[in-house]
């Protein structure tokens, strides 16, 4: 299966929504916020950190947006790691 640009820009549209619900639900507390929230921190991870290596690869990307790509796939990743442990061990 081939990813045009495009589709891979449809693909993201999509999952700008589903932030803020999940956002609006870890807010409210919500359990579905619980659950939701790190399943997109992790495709948040995965695709800042493709972004910037893809900007690394064809070589054309400017230096400060690549920084800033991995920087995000960084803070993700770190926000990540800083609330699954708490969302699994609560009990709700």
Do not use: N
């Not at 929504?17 to 495709?43: T, Y």
């Not at 948040?44 to 800033?68: C, D, H, K, Q, T």
Request: glycine share 8%; hydrophobic share 60%.
């Amino acid at each position: 299966m081939t990813v045009t640009t495009s589709s891979a820009i449809t693909i993201a549209s999509r999952f700008q929504p589903a932030h803020i619900v999940a956002g609006i639900w870890l807010w409210r507390r919500d359990r579905r916020g619980a659950l939701f929230g790190p399943l997109l921190l992790a495709f948040g991870v995965l695709m800042a950190a493709s972004i910037g290596g893809m900007l690394v690869a064809i070589g054309e990307g400017p230096a400060p947006i690549i920084v800033i790509m991995f920087s995000i796939a960084a803070i993700c990743a770190a926000l990540l790691a800083a609330s699954t442990p708490a969302l699994c061990l609560k009990r709700a």
